[in-house]
């Protein structure tokens, strides 16, 4: 029987690792460094417990913490964030697409983004493609959104 293939599966990693590997990548995208103090502000946790996290990410092989670089990805823990950053995005489009209000999107988004996989994330994005590209289809569902109360 072949082995099951992981990266297809969701809950390869625990949601606390995917966290701050998807909060160090998108530091590491917009400001081309993840430095603890940014991670614990953006995570909103103390740096403390950010600098242990980051020491079993480094243990685990996910980061290289160098004190004076930062934080940096190896090529696993990159591949993580991105997805992770990926499933943020497209569910974050998705959902705001229907006008639900951003607090709500923000936290339904931080729960599911841990929890689909591979395969359900195409889905989704075919789906998310489709109502952006068709403004009269979404009309439709947005007033039928509506009327569910
Ligand atoms: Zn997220």
């Known amino acids: 029987m072949p082995a099951k293939r992981k990266e297809t599966t969701a809950h390869?990693?625990?949601?606390?690792?995917?966290?701050?590997l998807e909060q160090i990548h998108n530091l590491?995208?917009?400001?081309?460094?993840?430095?603890?103090?940014d991670i614990a502000k953006n995570l909103g946790i103390s740096q403390a417990?950010?600098?242990?996290m980051i020491q079993k990410l480094d243990a685990e092989g996910f980061v290289v913490?160098?004190?004076y670089r930062g934080v940096v990805l190896t090529d696993e823990g990159r591949k993580v964030?991105?997805?992770?950053?990926?499933r943020h995005e497209v569910l974050t489009r998705l959902l705001a697409?229907?006008?639900l209000d951003p607090k709500t999107v923000h936290e339904d988004v931080e729960g599911m983004e841990h929890h689909i996989s591979r395969r359900t994330l195409d889905v989704l994005?075919?789906?998310m493609e489709e109502l952006e590209g068709n403004a009269v289809l979404?009309?439709?569902l947005r007033s039928k959104l509506e009327r569910l109360g």
């Not at 964030?81 to 990926?86: D, S």
């Open 125 to 127: 994005t075919l789906l």
């Open 81 to 86: 964030g991105v997805e992770i950053a990926r």
């Open 97 to 99: 697409g229907f006008g």
């Open 49 to 52: 417990s950010v600098t242990n």
């Open 28 to 37: 590491i995208e917009g400001k081309g460094y993840a430095r603890v103090v």
């Open 65 to 67: 913490y160098e004190r």
């Open 12 to 20: 390869v990693h625990s949601p606390a690792i995917e966290d701050y």
């Open 138 to 140: 979404m009309r439709k």
